[in-house]
């Protein structure tokens, strides 16, 4: 087969201020990247699998005109308001009403097993870069660097482990799968209603496991403090420096859930999350 990969990186840098008492520099980078499928051996559709998890957490399609990481799968529709069972849209290719009964416009039914695989998202993002910026004021340095990522989508093959409807009976949930869950004093409950006896609905490769991929997360902060050299070199020292440095400290994130810094399938598993971390110390030189 054959794969077009496209695409524009953009990087821009330069001096915000500059003068003897402080100095403030900023860079930012951005790549726009498209990835298409445009020729398969007899025009043959390929299913595979997310390789880095060992739990084939995500399943993709090679088809011809569509993006190299599209996530192939059934669509969740939601939950039914009048009985709080999962809602799976048919997608019958020749009959968009096609079903057992129409929600939302379309074919829809209670059984997954009723509907068909399609296309459902694309780990692709629109945009994903870094934003760089130095302040030194006196004896004072700051440090800011930031990456980003906007649009594509995040497919969570664990999130179905623990908002499952009956599976994993025994198991504790998520939070947000019992802070919504569909009742018949709740009907407008995003999460379906457990039963013990609905044990596959969750199992299955859909869009209940795919969320926003877009975040910002201030990657990494350096705040630095010079001693003054006359006061250094009392003591016998050239230089010396004060510093914290800090990593993931903060993210702004649509997907609440988990880490939305994932792999380059855009996919997540059971993996520890990137933990946050807080250095201090202090550099001397005699």
Known sequence: GEINNRGIEVELGGDIISNKNIRWSASVNASFIQSKV??????????????????????????EGSPTLSYYGYEWGGVDAKNGNNV?????????????????????????????????GNAMPDVYGGLNTDVSYKNFTLGLNFIYKMGGDLYDGAFKDVSDDGYYFERIRAKSVYSDMWTPENTAGT?????????????????????????????????AYNLPGNLIRKIGLTSARIYFNG????????YKT?????????????????????????????
């Open 191 to 223: 999460s379906p209603l457990i039963r013990g006896i609905d044990l596959t609905d969750q199992m299955q490769y859909s869009t209940r496991q795919m969320h926003s991929a877009s975040f910002v997360r201030l990657k990494n902060i350096n705040l």
């Open 38 to 63: 445009t020729k398969l051996y007899g025009g043959r559709d390929i299913i595979w699998y997310d390789p880095t998890g060992g739990d084939a957490r995500a399943q993709f399609i090679y088809r």
């Open 247 to 254: 990593s993931n400290l903060l993210t702004s994130s649509k």
């Open 258 to 286: 988990a880490d939305p810094e994932v792999n380059q399938y855009g996919t997540r598993g059971w993996e520890t999350p990137i933990g946050k971390i807080y250095t201090f110390g202090i550099d001397i030189n005699f």
């Open 88 to 120: 799976w849209y048919v997608n019958n290719p020749a009959d968009s009403k096609a079903g057992d009964f129409i929600y939302n416009g379309r074919g829809a039914t209670y059984a997954f097993s009723k509907a068909n695989y399609t296309i459902i």
